[in-house]
């Protein structure tokens, strides 16, 4: 499922930026304007020297002006809007300025010289024409310039977030669904034939010796069911809520395993109404009963702690196990299962560990305190 969910992410992204938009079809069309404008004056050029109007004249001086100062300013945009608006977010508008003035200023001497070849301006007035047309160049320069620059930039910026937007409402999608992951598994193992057939007989042999506890049992098994069933447990539920499930799961197999699970729960009452992701603890605890308590003839004791320091929630299993390598842990895993709801739920700021600790096993969850 998690890989279906990637490969629809990609498909997605890859087709939104494949689909140009209107704007993407004008943009390109500016850049013929420049470039036929060149040609334009080249031809004039190839003719040799004619007479040419008033009219024409000032036509031919229009379009190689656009051809020789447009047409490297709309590549070097580019080019630098590519390399450096990311690095240089506050600066570029300063880069672009600069840019687009040295473009102005190269391309006006050299439309002045191109005058010059095909006859349009006599030879004794290069410098004239460049000090009467200079000041038009540069302020049609940096208006054309910086409000097309600046336009693109919005739109890519606009398309940007848009893909983040979708790639995001793709991943909450993604997070819901490994939670339904997380309760399918849990139910799973809930009505697991051992573990309903083990509960089961539990009770059975508590009726005639304890009927008190017989009935307790009852009730844990379907608070069990009831959480692993709820809908609407899509996001955070207050830790309080978490600790009754660990709670009701430990004293089922308690009944099962009798002096062979010994366990304690020190999390402070403070810390009761903090949000945690559901069933977090609780797989935390049910990996440890798998995979130490039910293979050992001794068993295993198992300390469940928490902390919360510095806006951070630390919640921690504790057992007298072997231990184990998160390495040999699959996606497929509870735990594998675990890490991957935390990293969509907090990024990089939620964290499964495993340590040893004083000849013990630590396997610890954090993630930020919701504010």
Same mark, same amino acid.
């Given at each position: ?30 850049? /013929?304007?420049?470039?036929?404008? *060149?040609?334009? =004056? ?10 040419? %109007? ?6 031919? @001086? ?14 070097? *945009?580019?080019? &630098? ?11 570029? $508008? ?18 002045? =010289? ?28 940096? =208006? ?34 490994? @939670?339904?992951?997380? +309760?399918?598994?849990? $139910?799973? %193992? ?19 010796? !304890? ?7 009852? #009730? +844990?098994?379907?608070?069990? *069911?009831?959480? %692993? @069933? ?6 955070? =539920? ?13 004293? /089922? ?7 062979? $699970? +010994? ?21 935390? &605890? ?8 039910? +293979? ?22 504790? !057992? ?17 299962? @675990? &890490? ?6 907090? #990024?990089?700021?939620?964290?499964? !560990? ?8 630590? &396997? ?8």
């Amino acid at each position: 499922m998690n890989q279906e969910i990637a490969q629809s992410v990609s498909r997605n992204a890859a087709h939104q930026k494949k689909v140009p938009c209107f704007s993407d079809y004008v943009f390109r069309a500016l850049w /013929i304007v420049p470039a036929v404008a *060149l040609l334009i =004056v080249l031809i004039f050029l190839a003719l040799g020297h004619i007479h040419l %109007s008033d009219t024409l004249s000032h036509f031919l @001086l229009a379009l190689g002006y656009s051809g020789c100062i447009a047409l490297p300013s709309m590549l070097l *945009l580019t080019w &630098v809007s590519i390399r450096y608006t990311a690095r240089f977010p506050r600066l570029i $508008l300063v880069i672009r300025t600069l840019l687009l003035l040295l473009t102005a200023t190269v391309g006006a001497l050299a439309a002045g =010289v191109l005058f010059q070849i095909v006859g349009i301006i006599p030879r004794g007035e290069y410098w004239g024409e460049f000090r009467s047309s200079y000041p038009f160049c540069v302020v049609i320069t940096l =208006v054309i310039g910086l409000s097309i620059s600046s336009y693109e930039t919005m739109r890519y910026q606009l398309q940007e977030a848009t893909l983040e937007l979708s790639a995001r409402q793709v991943e909450q999608e993604r997070a819901k669904k490994l @939670l339904a992951e997380a +309760r399918l598994s849990s $139910l799973e %193992s809930r009505i697991h034939p051992h573990f309903l057939f083990n509960t089961l007989n539990s009770i059975a042999s508590l009726i005639p010796t !304890d009927p008190q506890r017989a009935e307790d049992t009852v #009730g +844990r098994f379907a608070s069990l *069911l009831r959480f %692993s @069933l709820n809908a609407q447990h899509t996001g955070l =539920v207050p830790l309080a809520q978490e600790l009754k499930i660990v709670r009701d799961y430990l004293e /089922i197999e308690k009944t099962r395993f009798s002096e062979r $699970l +010994r366990f304690e729960i020190a999390i402070p009452a403070a810390m009761e109404a903090a949000k945690v992701p559901p069933l977090a603890l609780q797989t935390l &605890v049910e990996n440890c009963i798998k995979h130490v308590v039910a +293979r050992r003839a001794q068993g295993a004791s198992i300390r469940v702690a928490g902390s919360m320091e510095a806006g951070r929630i630390r919640l921690e299993v504790i !057992d007298d196990g072997p231990g184990f390598s998160l390495s040999d842990l699959t996606p497929e895993h509870g735990l594998g299962n @675990l &890490v991957t709801r935390l990293e969509l739920l907090f #990024g990089d700021r939620g964290q499964l !560990d495993v340590t040893r600790e004083a000849e013990k096993t630590v &396997v610890r969850i954090s993630f930020p305190a919701e504010s």
